[in-house]
């Protein structure tokens, strides 16, 4: 059983700064890509950040600057910093993992999510 755990949400103001986590645990043989996603009421979900596994990084070009996402390998963790946040930043975030559980087939996971509200 697979569990991608985030934390670190919660309410900022204009021009603040968020730091998620991201815990990935349980049958873990190899996790190739983490990422951050996000979903705003009313709108698709859409990619945040990524990183893959030897460190490259992909981000969307609304936060390209603002936010740097981050993992520790050894704690199959991931981060996103978030700074200069804005009220459009405001959504749910999602961590999701593309890994290899050590028993099954590769598979993408998601994590609960936690709320980011950037109030103006």
């Known amino acids: 059983q697979v569990q991608l755990v985030e934390s670190g949400g919660g309410l900022v103001q204009t021009g603040g700064s968020l730091r998620l986590s991201c815990a990935a645990s349980?049958?873990?043989?190899?996790?190739?890509?983490m990422g951050w996603f996000r979903q705003a009421p009313g709108k698709v979900r859409e990619l945040v950040a990524s990183m893959g596994s030897g460190g490259s990084t992909n981000y969307a070009d609304s936060v390209k600057g603002r936010f740097t996402i981050s993992r520790d390998n050894a704690k199959n963790t991931a981060y996103l910093f978030m700074n200069s946040l804005k009220p459009e930043d405001t959504a749910v975030y999602y961590c999701?993992?593309?890994?290899?559980?050590?028993?099954?087939?590769?598979?993408?996971?998601w994590g609960q999510g936690t709320q980011v509200t950037v109030s103006s």
């Open positions: 349980g049958s873990i043989f190899y996790i190739n890509t």
């Open positions: 999701n993992a593309d890994l290899q559980p050590r028993f099954g087939g590769r598979q993408s996971y």
